[in-house]
Nanobody, 127 residues
C-alpha cells in the first residue's frame, strides 16, 4: 500500500505562484509513476501534469505548459512538487496527487490508471 499526502494549497490572486507537494509513504520498492490531477467546481477531474518513474519524462496539460513545473526530489518519486506560476482563476480546483506502481501506463492522463490517491488540496485563485 502507498499513502499520498498533498500540501501547499491556498488562496492567491491571479498572477501569483504556489508550490504543491506530494509525499508518498508505505512499501515503495520501485520508483513510482506520479501525476497531478485537478477537479474544478462543476467540472470533471482532469490531468494536469505527470512524471515518469525514471524521472526523465515530464508531461503537462496544454493549458498549464510554460506555467507549471513538476519535479521529483528523489529517485523513487516519493516527494513530488508542482510549481505553479502565473496562476489564473481557471486554475481554481482541488488538486490531487496520484501514483502507480507500474512504469508503463496505457494512458497516463487517465485517472483510472492510478491506484493510489491523496486527499487533495484546495487551490483558489481570485481575479
Amino acid at each position: 500500500q502507498v499513502q499520498l499526502v498533498e500540501s501547499g494549497g491556498g488562496l492567491v490572486q491571479a498572477g501569483d505562484s504556489l508550490r504543491l507537494s506530494c509525499a508518498a509513504s508505505g512499501r515503495i520498492v520501485e520508483p513510482l509513476t506520479v501525476a497531478w490531477f485537478r477537479q474544478g467546481p462543476g467540472k470533471e477531474r482532469e490531468f494536469v501534469s505527470g512524471i515518469s518513474s525514471d524521472g526523465r519524462r515530464l508531461y503537462y496539460q496544454d493549458s498549464v505548459k510554460g506555467r507549471f513545473t513538476i519535479s521529483s526530489a528523489d529517485t523513487k518519486n516519493t516527494v513530488i512538487s508542482l510549481q505553479m506560476n502565473i496562476l489564473k482563476p481557471e486554475d481554481t480546483a482541488v488538486y490531487y496527487c496520484a501514483a502507480s506502481l507500474f512504469r508503463s501506463l496505457p494512458d497516463r492522463r487517465s485517472g483510472s490508471n492510478y491506484a493510489y490517491w491523496g486527499q487533495g488540496t484546495q487551490v483558489t485563485v481570485s481575479s
